[in-house]
């Protein structure tokens, strides 16, 4: 037993390795060593690692959303300037995987029962390419202010639209298609996958 569940850890850590190298692959991918390079000049660079961290978050599901996002601000006596935004933004389901631990690993007769860390929403951003101004009114030299907290608050409604339409659970349910089987062809066993379901997959308001 003590010797599966090693081996299913070392399945963990090789899969946390293959994320964590495309991740890098994705952020390496647009950048070229002869990018700075001319026929007469060379470039020389230096590269200062600030700082490591640990890749473990396995990226499940993903929802894309598109918005009409009113903004404006209350005056007493002028006009309320206002600017209306046309959103496109997307929100990121995933497990980190690096919580699991070997007490996370157990079998019951010919079962093996594996207790996933909860799901979590790992990001969610604007996609400013495909998104943009309206229509502004009566912003004068607030303009870019009031653009930037509009773009701030369609953000935030990006968050709360991804958990009101259930990615958390989405996530969970990717997890036992994709995690499930391929722990069922290594452990040769019947292999069922439990989370706790924190509250944060109840509907924000």
Same mark, same amino acid.
Request: with cysteine; aromatic share 8%; net charge positive.
């Given at each position: 037993?003590?010797?599966?569940?090693?081996?299913?850890?070392?399945?963990?850590?090789?899969?946390?390795?293959?994320? &964590?190298?495309?991740?890098?692959?994705?952020?390496?991918? &647009?950048?070229?060593?002869?990018?700075?390079?001319?026929?007469?000049?060379?470039?020389?660079?230096?590269?200062?690692?600030?700082?490591?961290?640990?890749?473990?978050?396995?990226?499940?599901?993903?929802?894309?959303?598109?918005?009409?996002?009113?903004?404006?601000?209350?005056?007493?006596?002028?006009?309320?300037?206002?600017?209306? +935004?046309?959103?496109? &933004?997307?929100?990121? &389901?995933? +497990?980190?995987?690096?919580?699991?631990?070997?007490?996370?690993?157990?079998?019951?007769?010919?079962?093996?029962?594996?207790?996933?860390?909860?799901?979590?929403?790992?990001?969610?951003?604007?996609?400013?390419?495909?998104?943009?101004?309206?229509?502004?009114?009566?912003?004068?030299?607030?303009?870019?202010? +009031?653009?930037?907290?509009?773009?701030?608050?369609?953000?935030?409604?990006?968050?709360?639209?991804?958990?009101?339409?259930?990615?958390?659970?989405?996530?969970?349910?990717?997890?036992?298609?994709?995690?499930?089987?391929?722990?069922?062809?290594?452990?040769?066993?019947?292999?069922?996958?439990?989370?706790? +379901?924190?509250?944060?997959?109840?509907?924000?308001?």
């Amino acid at each position: 037993m003590t010797r599966f569940i090693n081996s299913l850890l070392r399945f963990f850590l090789v899969l946390l390795l293959v994320v &964590g190298l495309v991740v890098l692959w994705e952020q390496l991918r &647009g950048w070229s060593v002869f990018s700075g390079l001319t026929k007469k000049e060379a470039s020389v660079q230096t590269v200062v690692l600030q700082e490591v961290t640990e890749l473990g978050k396995l990226e499940l599901v993903k929802y894309r959303f598109k918005d009409i996002v009113e903004h404006q601000l209350i005056r007493e006596w002028l006009p309320n300037p206002k600017a209306v +935004l046309i959103v496109e &933004g997307e929100a990121v &389901g995933c +497990l980190d995987l690096t919580k699991i631990t070997s007490e996370d690993i157990t079998t019951q007769g010919d079962s093996l029962i594996v207790h996933l860390p909860d799901p979590e929403l790992c990001s969610y951003k604007i996609d400013h390419r495909n998104s943009r101004v309206f229509n502004t009114e009566y912003t004068f030299f607030e303009e870019a202010q +009031l653009v930037s907290e509009a773009y701030r608050r369609a953000e935030t409604q990006i968050r709360r639209a991804a958990l009101n339409s259930g990615i958390l659970e989405q996530t969970r349910q990717n997890a036992d298609k994709i995690l499930k089987p391929m722990l069922e062809r290594i452990s040769g066993k019947k292999v069922f996958l439990t989370t706790r +379901l924190k509250a944060t997959l109840q509907p924000l308001r």
